[in-house]
Nanobody, 118 residues
């Protein structure tokens, strides 16, 4: 049974930082590309970042480039998202998601809320 459990969200002031974690189980984590996807209030889903199975390559949506860093620890079956210089537009529920193997998503976590506000 695949499980993805996010943690690390919360309230942070503009300019602050947070580190999200996603604990994965029930599948071979080290063989799966992974995503962080977010949904801001009243908006659709946005794929924020992607990382390949070994962590060698990562990709970001333009709005977070230079501020967010995706990483993974395959020994711990854990995915991370380091978020720096946060602003109000980063306020969203952040989901960890598993790639299907064909650039799609087959499993989602329940999400963790990030609120950027003074």
């Amino acid at each position: 049974q695949v499980q993805l459990v996010e943690s690390g969200g919360g309230l942070v002031q503009p300019g602050g930082s947070l580190r999200l974690s996603c604990a994965a189980s029930g599948f071979t984590f080290s063989r799966s590309w992974m995503y962080w996807v977010r949904q801001a209030p009243g908006k659709g889903l946005e794929r924020v970042s992607t990382i390949d199975s070994l962590g060698y390559n990562s990709y970001y949506v333009d709005s977070v480039k230079g501020r967010f860093t995706i990483s993974r620890d395959n020994a711990k079956n854990t995915l991370y998202l380091q978020m720096n210089s946060l602003n109000s537009e980063d306020t969203a529920v952040y989901y960890c998601a598993k790639d299907t193997g064909d650039n799609g998503v087959d499993y989602w976590g329940e999400g963790t809320l990030v609120t950027v506000s003074s």
